[in-house]
Every structure is written in structure tokens, then in C-alpha cells.
């Protein structure tokens, strides 16, 4: 399987919340997995993080970079074609951040591995609990 982490999922697992859906922990303990990571949350934590909206239990280099090499968690760059995947999406969903991520997992046929029940108004598979 592939998956794409959303935000928080990312800093759950890395802190070992138990916030994080069993199935979603399952998916990101599968070895077999291939897991990745969007340059959309790297953007969103690091607004977050200068804002001070939001503090990490790593530097925010580790979070995007060492945890990510550690973790075997694959960087998703943001592409063309995500951008125009994007673009007719219907606004089930606000966040531009979660919705690149539901662009990208359209896109490249990633689980995406969120809470976030709005998400399930596209057609994208998510998993969770």
C-alpha cells in the first residue's frame, strides 16, 4: 500500500499520541508500506511553527527531514498535475493545505491517513480508527 500522512497524523506518530487511529498507526507501522510526506505539510507546519501557532517536540528540521529519513517516509513534491487536479475540486473542504493533500492522493493513488472525516466527501480512500 501507499500512503500519504496528513499533518497530524505526522506529529502524532512522531510523538506517540494516542490520538492516532489504530488503523492509521497499523499502516504506518506495515514495513511493506510506502509512506509520504507532502511538501504541503512541510509548508503548513512551518507556517504554523513561525506564527507560533503550533510546537514540536523536534526542531522542525528533524520533523521534515531526520524523522522523515528515519521513519522511511518518501518526500511528495507538489507537481503540475497536482495543481491542476486541484483545481475542480469542489470546496467539501477549506483548508488549502488538506486539500492539496486530497489533490496528490487523487493524483498519485495514495491512501491518505487522516482524522479528518471531511475529507471522505471526495473520492479519495482515507484511513483512520
Excluded: N
Excluded at 494516542?18 to 512551518?46: I, K, N, P
Amino acid at each position: 500500500m501507499k500512503y500519504l500522512i496528513d499533518s497530524h497524523t505526522w506529529l502524532w506518530w512522531l510523538a506517540a499520541d494516542s490520538r492516532l487511529g489504530c488503523r492509521a498507526a497499523s499502516a504506518l507501522g506495515d514495513q511493506s508500506a510506502d509512506l509520504y510526506l507532502s511538501a504541503a505539510t512541510g509548508w503548513e507546519l512551518t507556517i504554523k511553527v513561525s506564527l507560533g501557532k503550533l510546537a514540536l517536540h523536534y526542531p522542525l528540521e528533524e520533523v521534515l527531514q531526520g524523522q522523515r529519513q528515519r521513519h522511511r517516509v518518501h518526500w511528495l513534491e507538489i507537481k503540475p498535475e497536482h495543481c491542476r487536479a486541484l483545481s475542480p475540486l469542489p470546496f467539501h473542504h477549506r483548508d488549502p493545505f488538506d486539500r492539496m493533500l486530497v489533490a496528490q492522493a487523487m493524483y498519485e493513488g495514495l491512501t491518505l491517513l487522516s482524522g479528518d472525516a471531511l475529507l471522505d466527501a471526495y473520492s479519495i480512500q482515507r484511513v483512520w480508527a
